[in-house]
């Protein structure tokens, strides 16, 4: 009887361990998304352009702009493709999620021929840059602006040497060079290197770019279409743009091809380079350590404090007068109901706002689902860096398909609460959140449109949103809600009183933010780190690939985020306080406001913006992430703290 009735969490520890068993999975493989293309000698290989993005080099760690750019914006007077070859053309049609990530692949006027060394070969006339067009290419180079330029899907980048000899490439190269106060060069020659592999018969595969960009201002066009590469070694030949004058510039690339033993399929491996991978480790096993010491101080003050509570609680149910006899202490004898117990006909009353809570249950529902299902497709390679977007993609369509879980979930959550207003349940359930989450997205979209960056998604993208939220999402939420009503009301163990009992003061430690702030800072310290290469990956545009440690550290979160906020919730009940339901909620989504908090720190430490507009996206972006992150670990901790009082209450007899 006694072991049917203690509450256990034998089965956190068993889960931890089946995480840990998969921690030969944690830097995670790929599978590439795309089908390999094989050319043969002399064959055009293409070179497509991407966005201008913002990166960090090596003298200046820090991001100072949130704002890319179009490749052909007028002012960077680049190379545009003849207009009789069709002139600049979309490269696609590109993923939803590439689009939303700011990705504009289009094509180019370089011509790559396969095995075919070429040198000094001109990309157009020459192009005259006026003061404003200067100044303003002057501006990204001290920024620390990069090219992004794809041949067959991979980045060209430049080669670096880590500190443990591995050779590996960077995504993408710099306009220019700044130093001290003098006015930038900018490179206006690159040496594309191709490392391409033989598969036989002929056949060949680009298996890494490496561009080596040089500055030279005594390039320039000769008679017949010809031009004369300056000298690119000397300092004092580099070409500055003249910011009070007209400045003339010759755009010239060499193309050099060599052999290389990397297979097609391992091609990403030298792109996807992690600085100290022991940090990932370092991460998993602080992580680790919190979940074990939590588990195991949960697993002990509750099955110690349960037990001494179902024997007396039982024994008091026993009791009758023939006992006061027997009894060596009488006043223990019949001693009234304490702690838990005593709330017993109030702790399941409806809470407060019943119809909010029920909403952000059901939308943490679907995110819990969507982020859950997102990462272990990532982690078997589903969700490869080949495939441009997918991943974004993957967020998009898994959301609007999850919506029938969203739907059921609010609903019939909000007819255990006892609500009747079933109609605004079922309206509000697919509209608040994404309502609230798409009012920040077009706001930050309207700066990027003011400023004319390449991140602004296009107005027919945005209708495609809507499209899909009106046409897909809201349906199958409200044929969730249908659902969802259609059940019966989770059924309570005990009867709850018609008239409330009053909560008495509470310790310091239950308040509200004293609560909040010792419950919502454990899950937050499981991912900090982790957190901390997110963002690296989000905002300095590389890329991310270690789904191994973020499948393994969503899990610790899920356990430390229902321990805490059960053991909290314990307590509570035995201070008698029963209004339970928003204190769990709140008190296990107060991780957002570390994560908002260490992305404070991260600006301060990470980024300089120079602009309002950088800086509003980010604060924007953070800010919608933590209010995702709320919803998503409150309704982890609310259904952990809902099973853990049915549990307790059902294990006991109450008259």
């Given at each position: ?469 009106f046409l897909i999402t809201l349906p199958l939420s409200i044929a969730g809600s249908w659902a969802g009503f259609r059940q019966p009301p989770f059924s ?164």
């Open positions: 009887m006694e072991g049917s009735s203690v509450f256990s969490i034998r089965w956190l520890a068993a889960t931890l361990c089946s995480f840990l068993l998969l921690s030969p999975l944690a830097s995670a493989f790929y599978l590439p998304g795309v089908a390999p293309t094989s050319y043969e000698e002399g064959d055009l290989v293409p070179l497509h352009v991407n966005r201008v993005i913002p990166v960090q080099s090596d003298d200046d760690q820090q991001l100072h702009s949130a704002v890319s750019y179009d490749y052909y914006n007028r002012l960077f007077h680049f190379c545009r493709p003849d207009d009789s070859k069709g002139g600049v053309q979309d490269v696609g049609p590109e993923s939803l999620g590439a689009v939303l990530f700011g990705d504009r692949i289009k094509t180019s006027p370089f011509e790559l021929k396969m095995k075919k060394n070429e040198t000094c070969k001109r990309l157009c006339n020459e192009q005259v840059f006026k003061p404003r067009g200067a100044k303003f290419f002057n501006n990204r180079i001290k920024q620390n602006y990069a090219y992004s330029w794809l041949v067959d899907g991979l980045p060209a980048g430049q080669q670096y040497l880590s500190p443990s000899g591995q050779i590996y490439y960077s995504r993408g190269f710099p306009l220019g060079k700044h130093e001290g106060t003098q006015t930038p060069q900018v490179y206006n020659h690159y040496d594309i290197v191709i490392d391409y592999h033989d598969v036989g018969k002929d056949k060949y595969r680009v298996v890494g770019v490496v561009v080596q960009p040089g500055s030279a201002r005594d390039s320039k066009t000769i008679e017949n279409d010809g031009v004369e590469c300056g000298d690119v070694t000397r300092e004092e030949n580099a070409l500055r743009l003249n910011e009070v004058g007209d400045t003339s510039v010759t755009w010239t690339y060499s193309v050099f091809w060599r052999p290389s033993r990397v297979a097609w399929a391992v091609r990403w491996d030298t792109y996807l380079h992690v600085d100290d991978p022991k940090i990932h480790w370092f991460s998993l096993i602080n992580s680790t350590v919190i979940v074990f010491f939590l588990v195991g101080t949960v697993s002990a003050i509750l099955t110690r404090a349960l037990r001494k509570d179902f024997a007396r609680y039982n024994r008091l149910d026993t009791f009758n007068l023939d006992d006061f006899s027997a009894a060596d202490d009488p006043d223990e004898a019949v001693q009234e109901d304490s702690g838990w117990k005593l709330v017993h006909g109030d702790v399941f009353r409806p809470p407060p706002n019943a119809l909010l809570l029920s909403v952000f249950l059901g939308n943490g529902a679907q995110l819990f689902l969507m982020t859950g299902i997102t990462i272990i497709f990532a982690l078997f390679g589903f969700l490869s860096p080949s495939n441009r977007g997918s991943l974004g993609t993957a967020v998009l369509v898994l959301y609007t398909i999850l919506g029938f879980v969203g739907g059921y979930v609010s609903a019939r959550t909000y007819k255990t609460f006892g609500g009747e207003a079933w109609k605004r349940n079922i309206t509000v359930t697919p509209v608040f959140v994404p309502g609230v989450v798409f009012s920040v997205f077009f706001t930050l979209n309207f700066f990027l449109w003011i400023r004319g960056s390449s991140n602004a998604v296009p107005f027919s993208t945005m209708l495609v949103l809507v499209g899909l939220w309570s163990p005990v009867r709850t009183n018609q008239i409330p009992r009053q909560i008495p003061p509470m310790h310091s430690y239950l308040r509200p933010l004293s609560s909040m702030l010792w419950v919502g800072s454990l899950p937050f310290g499981a991912i900090f780190v982790e957190l901390f290469f997110v963002m690296n990956s989000i905002w300095f545009d590389k890329i991310y690939y270690m789904f191994g440690f973020l499948f393994l550290c969503y899990g610790i979160t899920i356990i430390t985020c229902a321990a805490v906020t059960v053991m909290f919730v314990y307590y509570l009940l035995c201070a008698e306080n029963y209004r339970w339901q928003w204190r769990a909620f709140n008190s296990a989504g107060a991780g957002a406001a570390f994560v908002f908090m260490f992305s404070l720190i991260y600006w301060v430490w990470k980024l300089r913006f120079a602009g309002l507009t950088s800086v509003v996206l980010y604060v924007g972006y953070s800010s919608l992430i933590s209010f995702l992150f709320y919803i998503l670990t409150g309704t982890i901790g609310f259904f952990s703290s809902w099973a853990f009082i049915h549990r307790i209450y059902r294990s006991i007899r109450i008259d």
